[in-house]
């Protein structure tokens, strides 16, 4: 091929990627949404929902961003969300997915699964999370709580640090414990009681799931 050829083969391409990217990333424009015209996460250097914030400040409580060539609405808005995750979550069953590991727990956190999988976990769990269960389940949470509390003014008391993911994990762990079993384990202070070692044991399988779960 001589060079006439090359180059015009070359501009072709360029202008074919040109075009891709620019109506890839102009796509909430035209759909009337405001938000930014290209990828530009700055979460990685600021903590996330600070970043969020910003965003939600410049483009407002509804607006429409990408994730690398992804498209994305960012919704801000509680009336908005309680119709989309509640009222009607039949309309909008499917969540965005995350791969965090092979395991069958990573597989089944509600969280996590898309399509039909979110949509039958769902339906599994929600009946546990009845407005009757709830409440009463308060009693439980207010206990541990409570423990929770003063276990951090000994140290404020003491002005000592706190490793606050080891008590948050362990304050975790007992509002499950007395939720599901209606046992109180004190896990902060019983390390090796029996329900401690064998939840350590289920999160340690899988690196990503302990990574969420933390």
Not at 38 to 65: A, C, I, N, R
Not at 139 to 154: P, Q, Y
Not at 159 to 182: H, L, N, T
Request: charged share 20%.
């Amino acid at each position: 091929m001589d060079f006439v050829t090359i180059l015009t083969i070359f501009v072709g391409i360029i202008s074919a990627i040109a075009f891709y990217i620019r109506r890839r990333f102009t796509y909430w424009k035209r759909m009337g949404l405001p938000g930014p015209d290209f990828f530009q996460y700055k979460g990685f250097f600021k903590v996330h929902h600070d970043w969020t914030l910003e965003q939600v400040k410049k483009y407002g409580k509804l607006y429409g961003s990408y994730v690398l060539t992804k498209k994305l609405v960012v919704i801000n808005e509680p009336d908005l969300l309680r119709d989309i995750m509640v009222k009607d979550f039949h309309i909008f069953p499917d969540r965005r997915g995350f791969h965090m590991g092979s395991s069958k727990i990573a597989k089944s956190l509600f969280f996590l699964p898309g399509n039909d999988d979110w949509k039958r976990v769902r339906s599994i769990l929600s009946p546990v999370f009845t407005s009757g269960k709830l409440r009463a389940m308060m009693a439980h949470i207010s206990g541990v709580s409570d423990r929770f509390v003063n276990n951090l003014d000994e140290f404020e008391k003491n002005g000592e640090p706190v490793d606050m993911r080891k008590y948050v994990g362990a304050f975790a762990m007992d509002v499950i414990s007395a939720c599901a079993y209606g046992i109180n384990v004190e896990s902060i202070n019983n390390p090796n009681h029996p329900i401690v070692t064998n939840a350590m044991k289920i999160l340690n399988t899988d690196a990503g799931v302990g990574i969420v779960l933390s």
